[in-house]
């Protein structure tokens, strides 16, 4: 059974930024799209951003050009870099792996999934 454990998160300041790192155990997932989450408290789960094998990656509008999801294989591990960080970003995180449709932004779409880790942006 793959496990996939976020770490990371933690409280900042607008404008700052955090690695989130998410790892993978049970089996090899470099032949799988790796992906994140959020739920912001009172609101629904939504779509982050994906990174497929060819590395190709999609983002929300949200966070484009601010969140870069990295892997590395080597390590069974997939990284969210969030820059220039915003009140509005304040969430749990949440790691997805092992997409089962084409579908990258439903979150129904993805086998696996982590525990989350909080991220906490203050103004």
């Known amino acids: 059974q793959v496990q996939l454990v976020e770490s990371g998160g933690g409280s900042v300041q607008a404008g700052d930024s955090l690695r989130l790192s998410c790892a993978a155990s049970g089996r090899s997932l470099s032949g799988s799209a790796m992906g994140w989450f959020r739920q912001a408290p009172g609101r629904e789960r939504e779509f982050v951003g994906v990174l497929w094998t060819g590395g190709i990656s999609r983002y929300a509008d949200s966070v484009r050009g601010r969140f870069t999801i990295s892997r590395d294989n080597t390590k069974n591990t997939v990284y969210l870099q969030m820059n220039s960080l915003k009140p509005e970003d304040t969430a749990v995180y949440f790691c997805?792996?092992?997409?089962?449709?084409?579908?990258?932004?439903?979150?129904?779409?993805?086998?696996?999934w982590g525990q989350g880790t909080r991220v906490t942006v203050s103004s």
């Open positions: 997805v792996a092992g997409l089962t449709g084409p579908v990258a932004v439903d979150g129904t779409a993805y086998r696996y």
